[in-house]
């Protein structure tokens, strides 16, 4: 390619980007917008890319010239639509070509294979090009191959001229690297958050990733056990007990995490969750906690309508410091809260069971709502050395 002195700034630009943490829309914005001024008639272009997210299957960000990017995400679970099946992407990905490259004007238009073509062509576009771009990341997807894939479409006369397109070839492997770099610190920061929590994950992230690393912190802990769990895993088939797991999960993990509380840990088929003491004080973080305990008790009266088979649990609450920091061994280790708290919410929870009552709160946490709660008495908790008065709702 002939020496351009406004693409050799891009690609000066674009290679710094790769270096830092950029927003990905940001930076596509700023390279189309940089692609123009170097005099590239792009007026449209589309990022896509697969990515590795429990929920997310693929991503693309949508670049048109004088409006802001737009980012949207796709789904596993969504189906194809219409628009999907047509799509010259998609064409572009189970062919796994390269490129793709459509005349929308002129004596070699050609609109008729996909429609969003003949959309483009009746708004006054004239050239649409598909390059892809592959590099090896791990995905979970059935979007395609790992890698970028980038749709460029003009208004100018005649389309793209054959140095348009050899500008967009050089500078679009440059991108891909910056997109590598970015998509990768994404993928590790949903796989961390995903599997260790928001907080938890945050922290590792941060560099707290030595055995013993950690901080004290003032909070409410929120513990629930599934009942009866042993006698349904005896009698279902694993599958259907792993779908029963998991609508008790989507009851109570999903209801907290809405509430702003953190799931820590799944114990077998206990859940483990804090809601720290921060800005709002105790009654803020104890406020959320029980709201989230009576909406998991609603939630799981749902979830039993909906299943023939048992599904009842018990929540408990207690508050007080704890340890958050990594536990373990050097070569395997979890981020966690341990403590005196957590021992204490554990062992309440249990009594659920002998006092026949779905929800405990310990006498700080009902005095939080004393026209709500009755004492049900002191009782001695597993491994205490102390009685601990014990709530439940009215």
């Known amino acids: 390619m002939k020496t351009n002195p406004k693409l050799e700034a891009i690609e000066d630009w674009v290679i710094r980007e790769a270096l830092g943490q950029p927003d990905i829309a940001e930076m596509f914005s700023g390279f189309c917008e940089r692609l123009v001024a170097a005099g590239i008639p792009v007026e449209r272009a589309m990022l896509s890319w697969a990515t590795l997210h429990p929920l997310v299957e693929a991503e693309s960000v949508l670049w048109r010239s004088g409006r802001e990017a737009e980012l949207a995400q796709y789904r596993h679970d969504e189906e194809d639509t219409e628009d999907w099946l047509k799509s010259p992407i998609r064409a572009v990905l189970e062919a796994r070509e390269t490129r793709l490259r459509r005349h929308l004007s002129g004596?070699?238009?050609?609109?008729?294979?996909?429609?969003?073509?003949?959309?483009?062509?009746?708004d006054g576009f004239t050239d649409?090009?598909?390059?892809?771009?592959?590099?090896?990341?791990?995905?979970?997807?059935?979007?395609?191959?790992?890698?970028?894939?980038?749709?460029?479409a003009t208004r100018a006369e005649g389309g793209f001229s054959d140095d348009d397109i050899e500008g967009l070839d050089y500078l679009q492997i440059r991108l891909a690297l910056a997109c590598r770099s970015t998509i990768q610190s994404r993928i590790a920061r949903t796989l961390a958050e995903t599997y260790l929590g928001a907080r938890a994950g945050s922290r590792v992230l941060s560099g707290l990733i030595r055995h013993g690393d950690g901080e004290r912190l003032d909070a409410v802990i929120f513990y629930s056990d599934l009942r009866g769990s042993t006698a349904l895993a005896d009698r279902l088939?694993?599958?259907?007990?792993?779908?029963h797991l998991n609508a008790y999960f989507d009851a109570t993990a999903r209801t907290v995490m809405a509430h702003g509380g953190e799931v820590l840990d799944f114990i077998g088929d206990a859940v483990l969750a804090v809601f720290p003491i921060e800005a709002g004080g105790f009654d803020a973080a104890v406020s959320r906690a029980l709201r989230a305990a009576d909406a998991v008790l609603v939630q799981i009266e749902r979830a039993q309508a909906a299943t023939e088979h048992p599904l009842h649990c018990g929540i408990a609450l207690s508050s007080g410091d704890v340890m958050?920091?990594?536990?373990?061994?050097p070569e395997r280790l979890t981020f966690s809260v341990i403590g005196r708290t957590v021992n204490a919410a554990a062992r309440i929870e249990a009594m659920t069971k002998t006092l026949g009552r779905p929800l405990l709160v310990t006498a700080d946490i009902a005095a939080f709502a004393p026209h709500a709660f009755t004492p049900l008495g002191r009782f001695q908790l597993a491994g205490f050395g102390e009685e601990v008065?014990?709530?439940?709702p009215v």
Not at 324 to 329: E, R, S
Not at 389 to 392: K, T, V
């Open 107 to 122: 004596a070699n238009a050609a609109t008729d294979d996909f429609p969003i073509l003949t959309t483009l062509k009746a």
């Open 128 to 152: 649409y090009l598909i390059l892809s771009t592959p590099f090896e990341l791990p995905t979970a997807a059935d979007f395609g191959p790992s890698g970028i894939l980038v749709t460029w």
């Open 237 to 243: 088939a694993p599958d259907v007990y792993m779908a």
């Open 389 to 392: 008065e014990l709530h439940a």
């Open 324 to 329: 958050f920091g990594n536990i373990g061994i």
